[in-house]
């Protein structure tokens, strides 16, 4: 039966067993009962496999129509797909590209300048082991289209990107990357397949913080990766296994949970997150204002390729500097600072305060939560 994916996400991982309990239950195992072949038990050792992990893949593999694994955090999925792209996985566009490249060869990982910090840190961080990230401003075809025949590499956007909110045609550049015969990896985090589905615009795979909107409740580290390709899916999941980059049980089930209202959630944040950026598009102790609707192109392409919201992030660079940034974040009684987005409450942060950010010092990341609009509006004013 096709349904809404809000219903989707309600009903999504439960079971609904007849006599088995109607909410998913958490199981906290090192290790299942069993002896002789471990093939032949759902379960051995709890790096392996858990069922409540598997109970929230399949609910995320639902949204995405996919097939999704869950990992320790965002990172540890990102890790977990590029060693899995550096090492092991084929897919079809690279399997088809002339000479059938392995991907011993993908080394090279084109990543957007403008993206979330900790990607390029991370790959920065592979540099030793052969990783060379390559970064290139993705709102520019004609640079990615060079990237990429360059020689063999790995397609890795984001869109909108974080802290920036700028929005990359993902079809375009699954274009790119299939005639280049690379790989192409979607960081889906600040929309979530709630409202944008990559794996349907071209892209080999998904990578999302689970720790954002998914979870929602600002109470959960955890990551997820979503394929249709099963060599990408065995790859991932065997460095899983193996490097340990597994999720807890009790973090999954909180995910899980979130997971039912993040449609719901969503919509309200992003109408939210948008009349707050059109408001502060006109007031005066606002330079500039980043969102992916506050500008007519990038606003059609948003429009064309996520459904149901924009999300709940935006971000802008209030007048004066860094010192001025500061007291406009301490000086909120509803909004809270800090780090990470997408929670029930709204929060922000002056960007720069992280040393690898390359947001201006002036830049305020909101992300905004389910308050009242008229409330949060009040207290940006106040903050401003
Ligand atoms: N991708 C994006 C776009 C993010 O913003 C983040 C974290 O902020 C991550 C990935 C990493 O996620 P995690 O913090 O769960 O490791």
Redesign the pocket.
Not at 73 to 76: E, K
């Given at each position: 039966m096709e349904v809404d994916l809000s219903t989707l996400a309600a009903h999504a991982g439960a079971r609904h067993e007849h006599g088995g309990p109607s909410a998913t239950p958490i199981h906290p195992a090192s290790f299942y009962l069993s002896a002789g072949d471990p093939a032949d038990v759902p379960y051995a050792y709890g790096r392996h496999g858990n069922p409540t992990w598997e109970a929230l893949e399949s609910a995320l593999g639902q949204l995405e129509s996919a097939r999704a694994l869950v990992f320790a955090?965002?990172?540890?999925a990102?890790l977990a797909l590029v060693l899995a792209l550096a090492t092991g996985a084929t897919t079809t566009a690279v399997a088809a590209s002339p000479g059938g490249a392995s991907l011993g060869a993908r080394r090279r990982f084109v990543l957007p300048h403008d993206?979330?910090y900790?990607?390029r840190k991370l790959a920065d961080l592979l540099r030793p082991l052969g990783i060379e990230p390559v970064i290139v401003d993705m709102t520019e075809l004609v640079s990615v289209e060079r990237a990429l025949t360059a020689a063999p590499s790995v397609l890795w956007a984001?869109s909108p990107t974080?802290p920036y909110l700028r929005v990359l045609d993902l079809r375009a550049l699954a274009t790119l990357a299939k005639g280049a015969g690379s790989p192409f990896v979607v960081?889906n985090?600040?929309a979530t397949a709630a409202l944008q589905r990559p794996l349907d615009l071209g892209a080999d795979a998904t990578i999302t913080?689970l720790?954002?909107a998914v979870s929602g409740h600002s109470d959960v580290?955890?990551?997820a990766i979503a394929t249709r390709k099963d060599s990408i899916y065995d790859a991932a999941r065997n460095w899983r296994a193996n490097a340990g980059l597994i999720a807890g049980p009790f973090e999954a089930w909180a995910a899980l949970r979130g997971l039912k209202t993040l449609p719901l959630r969503l919509a309200r944040q992003s109408e939210s997150a948008l009349a707050l950026a059109e408001h502060l598009v006109t007031h005066p102790k606002v330079a500039r204002v980043h969102h992916p609707a506050v500008d007519p192109r990038s606003r059609a392409l948003a429009e064309r390729q996520m459904s149901g919201g924009f999300g709940p992030l935006l971000s802008f660079e209030v007048r004066g500097g860094a010192d001025e940034a500061d007291r406009v974040v301490a000086a909120a009684r509803l909004i809270r600072p800090g780090t990470?987005f997408g929670g029930v409450e709204s929060s922000w942060e002056r960007r720069a305060r992280w040393t690898s950010e390359t947001a201006p010092p002036n830049l305020i990341r909101l992300s905004v939560g389910i308050e009242a609009v008229a409330d949060l509006s009040d207290d940006l004013d106040r903050a401003l």
């Open positions: 955090s965002g990172q540890a990102s993206g979330y900790g990607t984001e974080n960081d985090t600040t913080s720790t954002k580290v955890l990551g990470s």
